[in-house]
């Protein structure tokens, strides 16, 4: 899918526009156009989108920063993926190194946290262990720490204590976490939660020289002879905090869906305490300032709510001495899982799509275009991406020409990391560690390894693989689009990425250039291993005429 922006003051304006490119389209004998999600009603100075439908969008139409690869292998877990020991279910102390085995397979982990797990009474905050679960937050952060492992923590959900005074049908943990009554569009209703941030960051970020007197923690005990929590100050372990999760969650209704504008209201207090004005104790950069905060996952894609978090901060944080928005973010996040929901008059998915063929690559396009007209050039990340291996699931993977739908996943997976990475998304993290269950429901199996005997499935071992052979290479270009050839270098040293974007079968070749160089070195993929085969094989004058599947294979020069 292609992406156009067109600049558009209102409604009106782009229906009409919209109209005019409809008929040039038709008479040329173009697939109609169909306008993106929602049109603005209000004047914005950043574009909206606009999604056409002649070709999947292949390469970024827009230039993208070099970027590791490495940065493309997160994976979301919970805690219990790291502490909980099978055979010892009473005992979250520690972390169990058979799940932490298989972590370090990822580069990244974006960790679910429920806010009630750090303060589940009122004003009362605890990390080790937890009040509520027993769980070693300090545990988890410096065993990934120590492997070398970024942690993006999502700080989500309501406690119990905030949605009490909400109607007996209306508690819900996932609603806005305001209190029952107050206005979602004021920051001051969001402080309990500013405050929540304040704590985390104090305790786990870089600041050593926050003020003792703001940090808090319980010392009660749940019994006789439980361990009880210190105050810890700077320990240096956690660079991101993102700000709830999936807050346009329109299926569950007002009570827990907010909007672009009431989205930024909260995560404006989440911020920096509505720039202070909270009051002291409010707000992560005002606890601990180099500590970057991701706004929500998005699970509608939309590029438009991210333009009215950045018109509300216009119009109620105004601007910074150097003529920049002052946001109250730092990263731009969504959700995305390609499948081909577009293919149906009801807008249902079927089946899970090859990232190539999907809009994956149009909508990341968007997302990056709308960064990139900040001054600040926010990053872009992909923070949930998955697909499942249930045959009944609407996101499923097929199984593909001899290979089972676990291969496909593997396949597929990594052909989004790169694709997202060719388009200019600096992280991205799969959905996710373990299965939740075997049913049907869309996204229950979409586990990257096996719950019960820990080992890895093949977009795992892919995971490992290309981490280990060219984590820190970076992405140059793209000089072929089908056969899809892409180019990763690292210093003078340069590694090609050759796949079929398709999802029959087909196979292809292509003529690498390799200049001077007498041999090459293929690389192709092994499941079950945590390193690719290296083969070496002799040039003809530099060239090489290379055979191309659907699974990704790597080559470089000796």
């Known amino acids: 899918m292609e992406l156009y922006l067109l600049p558009v003051a209102n409604y009106n304006q782009m229906k009409k526009k919209y109209l005019i490119v409809l008929v040039l389209l038709l008479i040329s004998g173009a697939v109609a156009f169909k306008a993106y999600r ?116 999502c700080l989500k959900t309501c406690p119990g204590w905030l949605v009490k005074d909400f109607p007996p ?72 905090i993102e700000c709830d999760n999936e807050r346009d969650k329109w299926w569950k209704g007002k009570k827990a869906q907010q909007n672009g504008s009431e989205y930024a209201a909260n995560l404006s207090a989440f911020y920096d305490g509505n720039k202070g004005k909270l009051g002291k104790g409010a707000g992560v950069k005002n606890a601990d300032p180099g500590m970057q905060v991701v706004m929500t996952g998005l699970a509608t894609a939309n590029v438009k709510f991210v333009a009215d978090m950045v018109e509300w901060c216009k119009q109620n944080r105004g601007y910074k001495p150097d003529g920049s928005i002052d946001l109250c973010f730092d990263v731009i996040n969504y959700h995305f899982a390609p499948n081909d929901h577009k293919s149906h008059v009801n807008d249902q998915a079927t089946r899970g799509l090859a990232p190539e063929l999907s809009e994956a690559g149009a909508v990341a396009d968007g997302f990056v275009s709308l960064a990139n007209s900040l001054k600040q050039h926010p990053p872009v990340w992909i923070t949930e991406t998955c697909y499942d291996i249930n045959p009944g699931s609407p996101q499923r993977v097929m199984a593909i020409d001899g290979k089972s739908a676990v291969e496909v996943q593997g396949d597929w997976l990594l052909r989004a990391a790169l694709l997202y990475n060719r388009h200019g998304i600096k992280r991205a993290f799969y959905y996710q560690l373990f299965d939740d269950n075997t049913s049907a429901i869309q996204y229950s199996t979409s586990g990257l390894a096996d719950e019960k005997t820990l080992e890895r499935r093949p977009a795992a071992d892919y995971a490992l693989q290309v981490t ?29 990425v050759l796949l079929i974007p398709d999802e029959k079968g087909r196979t292809g070749n292509y003529t690498l250039d390799l200049g001077t160089a ?33 699974t990704p294979i790597f080559v470089e020069a000796e």
Request: aromatic share 12%; proline share 6%.
């Open 38 to 153: 929602h049109f603005s009603k209000n004047n914005h100075n950043i574009a909206n989108a606009i999604i056409g439908n002649p070709v999947p969008s292949m390469v970024s139409k827009y230039a993208v920063k070099p970027n590791a690869i490495r940065n493309m292998f997160g994976i979301n877990c919970y805690e219990w993926n790291f502490l909980n020991d099978p055979n010892n279910n009473n005992d979250a102390s520690h972390i169990y190194q058979p799940k932490m085995a298989v972590i370090k397979s990822f580069t990244g982990v974006r960790h679910y946290m429920d806010w009630s797990k750090i303060e589940a009474t009122e004003g009362s905050y605890t990390f080790n262990p937890t009040n509520n679960g027993g769980w070693n937050f300090d545990a988890i952060y410096q065993g990934c720490k120590n492997a070398g492992i970024e942690v993006l923590v």
């Open 169 to 240: 049908n209306e508690r819900d943990a996932e609603n806005v976490p305001a209190p029952y009554g107050m206005s979602h569009s004021d920051p001051a209703s969001y402080i309990a939660q500013a405050r929540a941030g304040f704590q985390f960051a104090a305790r786990y970020g870089y600041n050593t020289k926050v003020n003792p007197a703001l940090v808090k923690v319980s010392t009660r005990q749940r019994w006789n002879g439980d361990q009880v929590n210190e105050l810890k100050i700077g320990m240096g372990l956690i660079k991101y």
């Open 518 to 550: 007498k041999n090459i070195i293929i690389h192709p993929l092994k499941i079950g291993d945590s390193a690719m085969e290296s083969i070496k094989e002799p040039t003809t004058n530099g060239k090489f005429n290379m055979p191309v599947t659907e």
């Open 468 to 496: 280990k052979l060219m984590g820190n290479y970076e992405y140059k270009a793209t000089i072929s689009q089908d056969p899809l050839v892409d180019v990763y270098q690292l210093g003078s040293k340069k590694m090609y």
